[in-house]
């Protein structure tokens, strides 16, 4: 079977590389300090002047954080009622040492930290989250958190496992249960434009309405080239943890290379294209981006320099704590949104991501690992949105979780298989938090195709496998009109919307 790749290159001659005033003053900045030590100096107090000069009381963004290799949304929220209980268990305890299934005495025992009470009552069903993730429960608690049940890729609405075996292919999505073919669904929403992103696709809007001065980094990824992030117009800027970036090949100090100065001269010179060479003026174009951004990017790391990250709690090692990789990844974003103004960001939008969800094996262990982390994650960027330099950005900020797919509630013995609809985290001020949007699927597995069966469970298509209920469209779209998108431009980047009688599912407080 073909695999389509996960991530997209676009070919340099595609692309569109409009420079802002702002741009401009920068490279000419750049152009006239080239090979002298001041040249940074100068492009700092540059932007500082920039940042005084032009505040940005609108701000919002949002923060993708992407669960590489499909989580597993069983044992991320789980329901607790007595019947939904014993489906749990009869799936994934399968004995001895090797059990998937979470013991209720760890529940019970830590039912503070873990027991969820959603706003909206589901008849009969109550909830818990992972034992490990006590932080994200008390941000669902404070009303900052929510869950969105059951998420994933859809054409259409699909009611049941009936339904779904009428249908015929062209109105499925394709490639079930694909890493790559999911993964790609989740990401670009529009079947017309498979190469580019929904949050590319937002990007691109906001350029055209002139809300960033510079667009250079209203996309910005720290997974190296993500179709998320995949513009028609706008290219994403690719940035490491520590929020730095190499444009240009062996560069690391901004003055110096193998100890030469001046270096800096004839690297300046090829941006003034001496033909007129299609090729050579592109070119050109984009080593005087890259130079130019890598400056401001240099000036905000300045200006906000990084801190300590606290470490977590490894939850298979209570007396071991560790660095938390996502959360090193979401303090550069905080730091970055310290710096908007520097930037003239007015909307952005960041995909970071952990890896590791593709448990087949040893699960028990790897994802409480897994969720410990992400939980401590989103309550550190909470945090240091509330107290960010300049003034509390976390009303301004959404994080969102996204993931290739769900995965069987039933075991394979040490581990889950790929599965289909999942349940995703909405964090922030801005968010309607406190309840689960979306009904939760019954936790038993169909022991019968006869949907007249007591046994039979209507939405499951195999081992434990639920059609989602709702569509990433609906999740995506939901978070499209907060970020200030009109109803027009949502239906323009989510095509398949209208298929459904829900466009805003109501866990953002209006924009």
Known sequence: MTKKPIFTHKPISTHK??????????????????????????LNMFAMNVAAAAPFP?????????????????????????????????ARNVGGTASIALPYGALTTDMVNTAITPATTQAGRTFALHPAMGAMKTLFGNTRAAVVANVGPLLEPIASRTAYNALPGNRKPANLFSHNDQTAQWHTTNPAKPLYGWGGSMADIFKANSVNTSPNFTNMSFAGNTVFLAGETLNQYQINTNGTAQPIGGITNPTTLFGTTGFLEPIIKNTTPVSGN??????????????????????????????????????????????????????????????????????????VSMGGFDTHDGQAPSHADLMARLAHAADYLNTTLVGLSGGDMSNNVTLFTASDFGRTLTSNGDGTDHGWGSHHFVVGGAVNGGDIYGTYPKTFVSTSTDPMNAAHNPLDVGSGNFIPQISVDQYAATLAKWFGLTTGEINSIFPNLVNFTTKDLGFMKPA
């Open 278 to 351: 299609v090729f050579e003026i592109e070119h050109a174009k984009v080593v005087e981006r890259a130079l130019a951004a890598e400056s401001a990017l240099n000036s905000v790391m300045t200006a906000f320099p990084a801190t300590t990250v606290p470490q977590y709690t490894n939850p298979n090692n209570p007396a071991q704590l560790r660095d938390n990789s996502l959360a090193k990844q979401l303090q550069t974003v905080s730091r970055i949104i310290a710096g908007r103004n520097i930037l003239g960001a007015n909307r952005q939008v960041f995909f």
């Open 58 to 90: 609108t701000y919002k963004a949002l923060v993708c954080v992407y669960l590489g290799g499909g989580n597993d949304h069983n044992n991320t929220v789980i329901a607790t009622d007595p019947a939904s209980w014993t489906g749990y268990q009869n």
């Open 17 to 42: 590389i409009d420079f802002s005033r702002r741009e401009f003053l920068l490279n000419a900045s750049l152009m006239s300090a080239a090979g002298s030590v001041a040249a940074p100096f100068a």
